[in-house]
């Protein structure tokens, strides 16, 4: 049994170049923030957020994730409204995912989930081991305003902090560094597991 693994972190702490990482080391990977991206797609959640946001956060029929995000995250009601919609509809994504990558004649050495929100959603029970991206406070900020994200602030208010996902993590990896540095402790500690 390949072991179950969730990647977790602040907002650009580099979760998403770490399952790239991992996915080039030969873990089998899904994020969690592909699986609401394509939600948002879906008839259903396009039409309970604009119900509950207005038609400006799907303009054309489409969610604008940028938008949402500002309108969701204005208050603590919709901000949980928004989590309530989407996090069973998540978990039961990343559950089918593994149910299936275990079925698989050869299963992966690693099966590896980004979860950004883990422990703030209750989800760590899932899996096997969890790991914490982490990195230095101008570096996240620098690079989740390169990658557009809005309400930054509001975001990561609602995380725990970085020391907190440490703390509560089985792994810690630093990402102050390049990708190749990166992967070289990814590597590390993808020998401990699948060990």
């Known amino acids: 049994m390949p072991p179950f693994v969730a990647l977790t972190g602040g907002i650009g702490a580099g979760k998403s170049t770490a ?3 991992f996915e080039r080391l030969g873990a ?3 994020s969690t923030d592909a699986i609401v991206h394509e939600l948002y797609g879906t008839a259903a959640v396009r039409d309970a957020v604009v119900a509950r946001f207005g038609a400006q956060v799907a303009p054309n029929g489409v969610v604008d994730r940028g938008v949402l995000a500002t309108r969701a995250f204005a208050t603590e009601a919709d901000r949980a409204w928004l989590e309530q919609l989407l996090w069973p509809l998540v978990r039961g994504r990343v559950s089918a995912w593994h149910e299936q990558m275990l079925r698989t004649e050869r299963p992966p050495p690693v099966l590896v989930a980004e979860v950004p929100l883990l422990f703030e959603g209750g989800g760590e029970d899932m899996y096997d081991a969890t790991i914490a991206v982490v990195a230095d406070e101008q570096v996240r900020d620098s690079r989740a305003h390169e990658r557009g994200h ?9 995380q725990l902090s970085q020391e907190e996902k440490a703390a509560r993590s089985s792994f810690v990896v630093v990402n102050d560094g390049n990708v190749q540095e990166l992967e070289q402790k ?3 500690i993808l020998a401990i ?3």
């Open 19 to 21: 399952l790239a990482a």
């Open 28 to 30: 089998a990977v899904i």
């Open 150 to 158: 809005r309400a930054v602030a509001e975001r990561d208010a609602r």
């Open 186 to 188: 990814l590597s590390a």
């Open 193 to 195: 597991l699948s060990g």
